[in-house]
């Protein structure tokens, strides 16, 4: 009796070229999927550096006989902060009211900057008396919460 089969190794042959479609298909549909939870991962640890390097802190504050609450806050961090939004108590701070300034030459700052290894002096008009929460959000993702009593 004669066999007419493919051979074992023209059979092994197909499957692999078939696998090999099948991983090439694949790669193409899933491939920039896959880089772009690359790039998101890249970009959720570069945004993890820039966090860390924002250390603003609280030194000293008042509030004046105007209802003026000036905060003096120092950036320890190695990189500028540039606040986005102020919350005193339960509102929200215009940023366009508010003056932030260097406490020690009483220049202004450009676009709510505060360099690294400067203490700025933060003036909120019509802050509430007594005690409250003051909360700073920084472009550069940094958080930061004070109590303060007044």
């Given at each position: 009796?004669e066999?007419?089969?493919?051979s ?18 694949w ?12 790039y ?25 006989g ?5 905060l ?6 190695a990189?500028n902060?540039?606040?986005?939004r ?14 932030i ?7 202004h700052?450009q ?6 290894r ?5 003036n ?8 409250f929460i003051?909360f ?8 930061f ?6």
């Open positions: 009796m066999r007419r089969a493919v074992e190794v023209v059979g092994v042959a197909l499957i692999s070229v078939i696998l090999v479609s099948i991983g090439l298909v790669l193409a549909t899933q491939g920039p999927l896959l880089t772009m939870h690359a998101s991962i890249i970009d959720q640890i570069r945004a993890a550096e820039r966090r860390q390097s924002q250390l603003l802190t609280l030194l000293y504050y008042y509030r004046d105007q209802g003026t609450l000036t003096y806050i120092y950036n320890y961090g990189g902060s540039t606040i986005s102020l919350f005193v108590g339960d509102s929200e701070v215009n940023l366009q009211q508010a003056v300034k260097n406490a020690e030459t009483g220049q700052f676009n709510k900057v505060i360099p690294p400067v203490l700025a002096e933060v909120v008009p019509n802050a509430p008396s007594g005690r003051v700073l959000m920084t472009e550069e993702g940094g958080r919460a004070w109590e303060v009593h007044v």
